[in-house]
C-alpha cells in the first residue's frame, strides 16, 4: 500500500447541523480498516484539517457559500443544489444530491456503501486522491450518481438503461460489496467485465475498482455502481 497523498486515519468526521445516525454499520460484520465516525457542527469547518476527506450535509448547496473550509476535498450532500457553479472554496468538492425520495440518513448511507467504502477496504482499495486527480473531475464533473444492484440484477439484460446515462468521457467508480463466503478475484474481474460490455466500446473514461467484504449471514452480493458528471 503506497502513502496516501490525503491522510486517513480511524476518525471520518461529519460536518452538519442534521441529527444523524452514525451506528448504520457493524464493524464486526464489515470487514473494513478501523474506523470511528464522529460528527461536528458546520461552524467547525473552517478548521477541518487540509490532508483529510470529509463529509459535510447541509440542506441546500448555498449554505456552504459563506462557510470557510479548511480541508482540500470535501463530499457534500445536500437536498437542494441551486448554484449555477460551485464557489472557490467548493472547487475541489465532490457533490452527490439527494433523490426526491432519500433524506439525509438515507444518502449518508448510500455514499458511506458507494464511496467511504472504497477507502477503507484492506481487501482491493482507492487511493483517497484518485477521484479528485481523474480526468473527468479536472473537467469539472463533480457531480457523483450512484446506484446499486444486486449480483443477479447485473446478468439481466433490463439493467441495460441505467448505463444509458453515462457518457465516454465519465468517471466510473465500481464498489462490490461481497459476502466473504464468495469473494475471489475471479469473482470481480467477471463482474468487472459485464459492467464494461454494459458501458460499450465508445466509452473512454476511467474506471476505478474497489472490494469489501462482509459475514452478515443475509447480506447479498451488492454492486454500487457511481460515476462523476457535471
Do not use: W
Not at 199 to 226: H, M, R, V
Amino acid at each position: 500500500m503506497q502513502n496516501n497523498e490525503i491522510s486517513l486515519n480511524e476518525n471520518l468526521i461529519i460536518y452538519t447541523h442534521t441529527t444523524i445516525n452514525l451506528n448504520f454499520f457493524n464493524p464486526t460484520v464489515e470487514h473494513l480498516c478501523p474506523l470511528n465516525m464522529v460528527q461536528k457542527p458546520l461552524s467547525a469547518l473552517a478548521y477541518s484539517q487540509t490532508d483529510k476527506i470529509v463529509i459535510i450535509i447541509v440542506d441546500d448547496l448555498a449554505e456552504l457559500t459563506t462557510i470557510p473550509i479548511g480541508c482540500e476535498h470535501s463530499i457534500v450532500i445536500t437536498a437542494k443544489n441551486n448554484l449555477s457553479s460551485l464557489p472557490e472554496h467548493l472547487s475541489d468538492a465532490i457533490i452527490y444530491q439527494q433523490t426526491s425520495s432519500e433524506n439525509h440518513q438515507q444518502a449518508l448511507e448510500k455514499v458511506f456503501h458507494a464511496l467511504i467504502k472504497t477507502y477503507f477496504s484492506p481487501e482491493l482499495f482507492l487511493e483517497p486522491a484518485d477521484l479528485y486527480q481523474s480526468d473527468a473531475f479536472e473537467k469539472g464533473q463533480h457531480r457523483i450518481n450512484i446506484h446499486s444492484l444486486q449480483e443477479q440484477q447485473l446478468m439481466n439484460e433490463n439493467v441495460r438503461p441505467l448505463f444509458s446515462p453515462i457518457e465516454k468521457d465519465n468517471t466510473v467508480i465500481l464498489n462490490f460489496n461481497l459476502h466473504q463466503a464468495s469473494f475471489s478475484l475471479d469473482k470481480i474481474q467477471d463482474l468487472t467485465e459485464i459492467i464494461i460490455e454494459y458501458l460499450g466500446e465508445k466509452f473512454d473514461g476511467e474506471i476505478f475498482y474497489s472490494c469489501n467484504t462482509t459475514s452478515e449471514a443475509e447480506q447479498p452480493n451488492l454492486i454500487y455502481l457511481s460515476y462523476l458528471s457535471v
